[in-house]
C-alpha cells in the first residue's frame, strides 16, 4: 500500500533550528514535494526533491534518500510566522495523471514558541 | 494575475441538498485537482482533470462528479450532500510536466462546507 508518515506535531523555540521528518512507502516514486500551510489558509510550495542529497533554499532545507525512503525538512532561524503546518508529498507515477498524482501525509503542526 | 480561485468560500447545506463548487485558473494550467482536508486526514485526491474535457477519479471521489468544460474552470458537484462530506475543499492547477518534473501544484484559498 501507499503510506506516508510524519509527526503529529512539534513544537520548538523562535531562533532554533527544526527537523521534520517523512517517511514514505508508495508504489512509485516520482519526486517529493514539502508545503507549509497556516491555519485556515491553503498549502504553498516550499520545496522539491527527486534525488538524493540536499536542497538549500535560504532558511528551508529539504534532504532526501530514495533507498530508505526518507526525507526531512529543516528550518533554520526560526521565526514566529513559521508556525504552520508542513505537509510532506510523494509524487507516485502509479497513482494516476502524466507524471503522477501527489500522496499528501497528514502534516505535522509546528508550534514556534518565543 | 488571481492564481486560483475558489467560490463558494463558506457553505452551510442540509443533508440532501445540491451544489456547485467553482474553481478558477489563470494561469494557463493543464491540469488541476480537487482534493477534500479533514482533521486527521490529510489532503485526498477527489478528482482530478488533465486536460480540457477529461476528467479521472482520485483517491475518494463517492458522492461527487466533477466537469471541465473550459481550460481555466473546473467544478466540483455534489448531487445529494451528507454530512461526511462536510470538510475543506481545494482545487489546485499545475503545468503540464514537459521535460520537467518539478511543476508544483497551486491551491486555491479552499471552501468550507458544513452539511447538516
Known amino acids: 500500500g501507499q503510506n506516508i508518515d510524519q509527526p503529529t506535531e512539534m513544537t520548538a523555540t523562535e531562533g532554533a533550528i527544526v527537523q521534520i521528518n517523512c517517511t514514505y512507502q508508495?508504489?512509485?516514486?516520482?519526486?517529493l514535494f514539502w508545503y507549509q500551510q497556516h491555519a485556515g489558509e491553503a498549502p504553498t510550495f516550499l520545496s522539491y526533491?527527486?534525488?538524493?542529497g540536499l536542497e538549500e533554499k535560504g532558511r528551508f532545507s529539504s534532504f532526501l534518500s530514495r533507498s530508505k525512503g526518507y526525507s526531512y525538512l529543516l528550518l533554520k532561524e526560526l521565526q514566529m510566522k513559521d508556525s504552520a503546518s508542513y505537509l510532506c508529498?510523494?509524487?507516485?507515477?502509479?497513482?494516476?495523471?502524466?507524471?503522477?498524482?501527489?500522496?499528501f501525509g497528514k502534516g505535522t503542526k509546528l508550534s514556534v514558541k518565543p | 494575475n488571481a492564481g486560483v480561485t475558489q467560490t463558494p468560500k463558506f457553505r452551510v447545506l442540509k443533508t440532501g441538498q445540491s451544489m456547485t463548487l467553482l474553481c478558477a485558473q489563470d494561469?494557463?494550467?493543464?491540469?488541476m485537482y480537487w482534493y477534500r482536508q479533514d482533521p486527521g486526514m490529510g489532503l485526498r485526491l477527489i478528482h482530478y482533470?488533465?486536460?480540457?474535457?477529461?476528467?479521472a477519479k482520485g483517491e475518494v471521489p463517492d458522492g461527487y462528479n466533477v466537469s471541465r468544460l473550459k481550460k481555466q474552470n473546473f467544478l466540483l458537484g455534489l448531487e445529494s450532500a451528507a454530512p461526511s462530506q462536510t470538510s475543506v475543499y481545494f482545487c489546485?492547477?499545475?503545468?503540464?510536466?514537459?521535460?520537467?518534473?518539478?511543476?508544483?501544484?497551486?491551491f486555491g484559498p479552499g471552501t468550507r462546507l458544513l452539511v447538516l
Open positions: 489546485a492547477s499545475s503545468a503540464e510536466a514537459g521535460g520537467s518534473f518539478q511543476e508544483t501544484q497551486y
Open positions: 508508495t508504489s512509485g516514486f516520482n519526486g
Open positions: 526533491n527527486v534525488l538524493d
Open positions: 508529498a510523494v509524487r507516485d507515477p502509479n497513482y494516476g495523471g502524466s507524471q503522477g498524482n501527489l500522496i
Open positions: 494561469m494557463n494550467h493543464e491540469y
Open positions: 482533470s488533465v486536460g480540457e474535457g477529461t476528467t
